[in-house]
């Protein structure tokens, strides 16, 4: 059976978490390749009795709500251990059943100090900053890449992990109280305090390569779920304004172990408007009600940071390159609700730079900062959708703006969402193989 990319269109947030939980019942594993718990996904499931109940997941692969699911954490994960454990901890207070999940022998753990230098650089950084979330993405992948890094495995290795973390620390030291003029960390404490979680993390850590290729070749379905974004990727993104690990659908690969011709499907995420956390250039921003009213209506506060987020109109330039990219198979429009009750909706279609117009998005980042949004004006819908369930229960302009969306990423929209409730959503085509 097939492997199927799950990845966001934009800047993330486009509502992955969602799409990953509707498509739980019918795959078999759904893996996380990439970042750590810079991620928010906030799912909403109605309970049986009507009640809505809200999860908000950072670390943990969106599948662990779903039953029959196995949830992973891949090789190309940045794993904070204490957060881990709080969320586990917190679904299993919840009544979640968690005991499936597995976790690479191969990721890399976020290491105190890497939480500390994260802020700290940022900081030193000033308006240069990036805006990270702070949880040591950054400088945990730097060590990944520097080969400095510590692994799940050297938990279960006294000896060796500290000596990784002496020669870590050797030279992180030096930047700490050199650099940044903050305390010097003591490596005792560090490797004390990583061994404390060794004994409960061992039952859950494999070969997550192994075991996935062994069930692809048993016939299952394996999704691989994106965090971030394709303008978030290290390579392809906005940089540096983006995060640094591989969200895109290559990034699925490399972060799973899983080989490029086990991939059948790859479905995109694209919010029907634009958002953006953190610093960076965004051609469509709103600073007008417009933008407040998107921010209110659709709630654009982050998941992780509760940072409120950057709002514009949908971007289709964006969505033809995250098409490109990422080879999208399907796209999932989430959000549409949120459009309701605006007289006009406008798509941007391509970008004026200095009176020269782009369809494609700009190579060259000082163009891409100084890109001016072309807009095609489509007449709004006032109508409630969130209980369309078919393409046709939708008001004429509502359907009219998909369909013209479609034409301009390149890709066909499988899914539409109308609402934040895992049963909100209009399918079009099934996004199973
Ligand atoms: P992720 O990071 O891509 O998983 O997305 P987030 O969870 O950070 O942000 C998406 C937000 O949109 C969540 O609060 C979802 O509950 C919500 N959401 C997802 N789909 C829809 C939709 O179709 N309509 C509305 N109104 N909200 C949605
Ligand atoms: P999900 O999976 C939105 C942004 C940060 C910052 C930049 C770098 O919920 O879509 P980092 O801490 O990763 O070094 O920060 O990336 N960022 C996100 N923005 N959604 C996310 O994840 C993000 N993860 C990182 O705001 O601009
Ligand atoms: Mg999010």
């Known amino acids: 059976m097939p492997a199927i990319v799950l990845v966001g269109a934009q800047w993330g947030d486009e509502g992955k978490g969602k799409a990953t939980d509707l498509m739980g019942s019918a795959v078999d594993y759904v893996v996380k390749f990439n970042g750590g718990n810079n991620a928010g996904h906030t799912v909403v499931i109605e309970g049986e009795d009507g009640r809505r109940e809200k999860y908000a997941l950072h670390l943990l692969p969106s599948g662990i709500l779903s039953p029959n699911v196995v949830p992973v954490i891949g090789n190309?994960?940045?794993?904070?251990?204490?957060?881990?454990?709080?969320?586990?901890?917190?679904?299993?207070?919840?009544?979640?059943?968690?005991?499936?999940?597995?976790?690479?022998?191969?990721?890399?753990?976020?290491?105190?100090?890497?939480?500390?230098?994260?802020?700290?650089?940022?900081?030193?950084?000033?308006?240069?900053?990036?805006?990270?979330?702070?949880?040591?993405?950054?400088?945990?992948?730097?060590?990944?890449?520097?080969?400095?890094?510590?692994?799940i495995q050297d938990l279960f290795d006294e000896h060796i992990l500290r000596q990784k973390v002496e020669a870590a620390l050797a030279f992180k030291n030096q930047v700490l109280a050199k650099i940044y003029n903050t305390r010097a960390v003591n490596a005792d404490a560090v490797v004390a305090e990583l061994l404390s979680y060794a004994a409960r993390l061992r039952p859950m850590v494999?070969?997550?390569?192994?075991?996935?290729?062994?069930?692809?070749?048993?016939?299952?379905?394996?999704?691989?779920?994106?965090?971030?974004?394709?303008?978030?990727?290290?390579?392809?993104?906005?940089y540096p304004f983006v995060t640094s690990s591989s969200a895109t659908a290559g990034g699925a690969c490399t972060g799973s172990?899983?080989?490029?011709?086990?991939?059948?499907?790859?479905?995109?995420?694209?919010?029907?408007?634009?958002?953006?956390?953190?610093?960076?250039?965004?051609?469509?921003?709103?600073?007008?009600?417009?933008?407040?009213?998107?921010?209110?209506?659709?709630?654009?506060?982050?998941?992780?940071?509760?940072?409120?987020?950057?709002?514009?109109?949908?971007?289709?330039?964006?969505?033809?390159?995250?098409?490109?990219?990422?080879?999208?198979?399907?796209?999932?429009?989430?959000?549409?609700?949120?459009?309701?009750?605006?007289?006009?909706?406008?798509?941007?279609?391509?970008?004026?730079?200095?009176?020269?117009?782009?369809?494609?998005?700009?190579?060259?980042?000082s163009d891409f900062h100084h890109a001016k949004p072309i807009y095609e004006w489509l007449p709004g819908w006032w109508e409630d959708i969130s209980g369309c369930r078919t393409f046709e229960d939708l008001p004429a302009n509502a359907q009219a703006y998909v369909l013209r969306v479609e034409e301009l990423i390149g890709a066909r929209i499988s899914a539409i969402g109308v609402g934040p409730g895992r049963h909100e959503i209009i399918e079009r085509h099934s996004l199973l193989p």
């Open 76 to 151: 190309g994960v940045v794993i904070d251990l204490e957060v881990l454990f709080r969320e586990l901890d917190d679904l299993a207070a919840r009544g979640v059943d968690t005991s499936r999940l597995v976790i690479s022998a191969n990721a890399h753990v976020i290491a105190p100090y890497n939480r500390t230098l994260d802020k700290v650089t940022e900081r030193f950084l000033g308006k240069r900053k990036i805006g990270t979330t702070g949880r040591g993405i950054g400088p945990t992948y730097a060590d990944k890449m520097n080969r400095i890094g510590i692994r």
């Open 206 to 238: 494999r070969d997550t390569s192994l075991e996935l290729e062994r069930a692809l070749a048993a016939g299952k379905n394996v999704l691989l779920e994106a965090g971030q974004a394709t303008l978030l990727d290290v390579d392809h993104g906005t």
């Open 257 to 365: 172990g899983i080989p490029p011709t086990r991939v059948a499907r790859v479905i995109a995420i694209l919010k029907a408007y634009t958002t953006r956390v953190g610093e960076g250039p965004f051609p469509t921003e709103l600073f007008d009600d417009a933008g407040e009213q998107l921010r209110k209506v659709g709630v654009e506060y982050g998941t992780t940071t509760g940072r409120p987020r950057r709002c514009g109109w949908l971007d289709t330039v964006i969505g033809r390159y995250a098409t490109r990219i990422n080879g999208v198979t399907d796209f999932v429009v989430t959000k549409l609700d949120v459009l309701t009750g605006f007289e006009q909706v406008p798509i941007c279609v391509a970008y004026e730079v200095d009176g020269v117009r782009f369809d494609e998005m700009p190579v060259n980042q």
